[in-house]
């Protein structure tokens, strides 16, 4: 079983939806949780990083943490086309464990 | 991602032959990490480096692999004699402390095994 299991999609939606994106995991030391998007021939984008439970908003952008689940979310309001790509969750157990644990990723297409 | 420099973006290379690839870190951070992803699938680590040191190569395959990160220069991800497996996107990141800081990606080098 892997660490890290993201609802694999593919997702469509029209623009203006509210998008869902979520995954679970299974080692409760992580204690970072990341969400980055990722164009295609492009490298991974830095989207919203939070620390332990709870809602964390930018913009468009909320990401939500339930540790007692293990499971972590992204929501997308007002989606638009150029939020076409790909997201992958990841997380770290901070401190000197450098290395993140990424998800296998979410492939999300808005259509106009 | 303009700030993680990654070359040669797009690599050949034939069977058996050696592979270079480089990362150069946003300034100020010290903290250099590579990935490989397969397609269709998310980032695999690699190895976690800091200037000279080799922090974590658990990642890393035991055989043909190697990375470095000397005092100046970039950081280098070295493949030898490389097999038609190895071909993948490798990214690297990189972060101003380890762990407790978020990892700022290149935009990756492509290797292409022939």
């Known amino acids: 079983q892997k660490e890290v299991e993201q609802d694999p999609g593919p997702l469509s939606v029209p623009e203006g939806a509210i998008v869902s994106l979520n995954c679970t995991y299974s080692n409760s030391a992580f204690q970072y949780f990341m969400w980055y998007r990722q164009y295609s021939r492009k490298g991974p984008e830095l989207l919203m990083y939070t620390y332990s439970s709870g809602n964390k908003e930018d913009g468009r952008f909320t990401a939500q943490v339930d540790k007692s689940s293990k499971y972590i979310s992204l929501f997308i309001r007002d989606s638009q086309p150029s939020d076409s790509a790909t997201y992958l969750c990841?997380?770290?157990?901070?401190?000197?464990?450098?290395?993140?644990?990424f998800g296998d990723g979410t492939t999300l297409t808005v259509k106009p | 991602n303009a700030g993680v420099m990654q070359n040669p973006r797009h690599l050949v290379r034939r069977r058996g032959q050696e592979a270079r690839l480089r990362c150069s870190p946003m300034?100020?951070?010290?903290?250099v990490y590579w990935y490989r992803q397969l397609p269709e699938e998310g980032l695999k680590f690699m190895v976690y480096l800091q200037k000279e040191n080799i922090i974590d190569e658990s990642g890393m395959p035991k055989e043909r692999f190697s990375a470095e990160f000397p005092k100046e220069g970039p950081s280098i991800l070295r493949i030898q004699q490389v097999v038609r497996g190895d071909s993948a996107a490798y990214f690297c990141a990189s972060s101003l402390t380890g762990g407790d800081q978020p990892q700022h990606f290149g935009d990756g080098t492509r290797l292409s095994i022939l």
């Open positions: 300034k100020g951070h010290s903290h």
């Open positions: 990841a997380m770290s157990m901070g401190t000197n464990a450098g290395k993140s644990t």
